[in-house]
């Protein structure tokens, strides 16, 4: 965070020019915004901070101004008052479509599920292979399905182990919500916040072509991150303990999305996606 008053003109300009500042904000309100935004040019300039991302304001406890930024500012009124869904308004402004429902299983409910998930799940630490070097994370992954369905995502192939009871459960509580038949789920778990997610899109071939992916997140309160791939336009919100969000549409064609690492929590958290995988019946193997 810079102070405005600290900063000549001519290294805000060069600063604005490189990038170095994407966002301005007031101290005094907790509040950040565009820079251009017609609110934050009447402020007084003792008051007048700026930020080279929307994350670095976000964990500082600045909130979306409502003038500039009204989809996001929903979002933060949301995050802020526990506001439990935003399940008809689309959280992106453009090139796809995203819907959080919120809490939809009861804080009881959703401490039993991660006890489950936690002791019930095969869990393995996640394999990618980058530039030909083969990779381990400390964080882990599973794979399940109603087939031994084959997915590959950085050059790994996984295959789908049977479902759970829980898993069943909570694919049967996506599927009602959401309206969509999903027949597979990719798991993680991150043990703390210092594990996190890379920018990514899941549009792999496996999966149905702008199908819907139905994200379960238990444990940890989490911000979650999704930045446009053309304009880097970025749109953050914080994932509940019991809470379900939904993308779908042209969302993975044009959007990265990412879970930040932070030094905020360090809970455990577990992240259910709800998947549709496309394969002939040859490509399945018989349980």
Known sequence: MIQHLEISG????????????CFGGNQKLKIYGTLKCTSGKRMKIENRVFFASELEALEIGFRP??????????????NLFNIGTTENINLLPKDGTVNYYGKLISPKEADHYLDCLLNTIEWKNDEAIIFGKHITTKRKVAWYGDSAFEYNYSNTTKRALSWTKEL??????????????????LLNLYHNGDEGMAWHSDAEKDLKKNGAIGSLSFGAERKFAFKHKQS????????????????????QTNWLHRLPPTKLTTKTRVNLTFRTIVCSIAQQTNR
């Open 168 to 185: 069943l459960e909570l694919k049967g509580i996506a599927e009602e919500k959401t309206g969509v038949k999903f027949n597979s789920c």
């Open 232 to 251: 880097k336009e970025t749109v953050l919100m914080i994932l509940g303990h019991g809470s379900l969000l939904v993308m779908k549409d042209t969302t």
């Open 10 to 21: 001519t290294d805000l300009k060069n600063k604005i020019k490189r990038k170095e500042i």
């Open 65 to 78: 101004c409502g003038h500039c930024m009204k989809t996001k500012y929903q979002i933060g009124k949301m």
